[in-house]
């Protein structure tokens, strides 16, 4: 199956639905979220976090997504049967934008279909409404 994996951008992979799991293979790792699967643990270019309870994150040969996301410290939310996964940033960083009260620039669709940057609301209050059907 498509899944859609949300970050800080939505990116399309190959998963596996497992009951309430959603799973990669380690090469569609780091298409999804920017980290890959190696011996030294999950690594993004010179940074390597260790993962001390490997086979927590595998069932079989495959990474548990959510697993993956815990262990990199990052929430995750997971419906394996629609093929979507939120993860979001690491506690730093949301942390440092509480501190800063400065939200990343971001484009979204009114209901009229017209995208707009977050930013170009600047100095002006805004109220955003976001909501799920799942």
């Known amino acids: 199956m498509r899944a859609t994996i949300v970050t800080d951008e939505a990116v399309a992979v190959d998963a596996t639905a497992d009951g309430d799991r959603l799973l990669l293979d380690a090469d569609a790792l780091h298409a999804a979220i920017g980290w890959e699967w190696k011996p030294e643990g999950l690594c993004r270019d010179d940074v390597c976090v260790p993962v001390r309870d490997r086979e927590r994150l595998l069932v079989g040969d495959r990474l548990d997504l959510a697993a993956v996301a815990d262990a990199l410290g990052r929430p995750a939310v997971v419906d394996a049967s629609a093929g979507l996964a939120a993860?979001?940033?690491?506690?730093?960083?949301?942390?440092?934008?509480l501190r800063a009260r400065r939200v990343p620039d971001f484009r979204l669709r009114d209901l009229d279909g017209v995208e707009h940057d977050f930013a170009q609301w600047h100095g002006k209050k805004r109220l955003l409404v976001a909501f799920a059907s799942w």
């Open 87 to 97: 993860i979001a940033l690491d506690a730093e960083t949301r942390s440092d934008a």
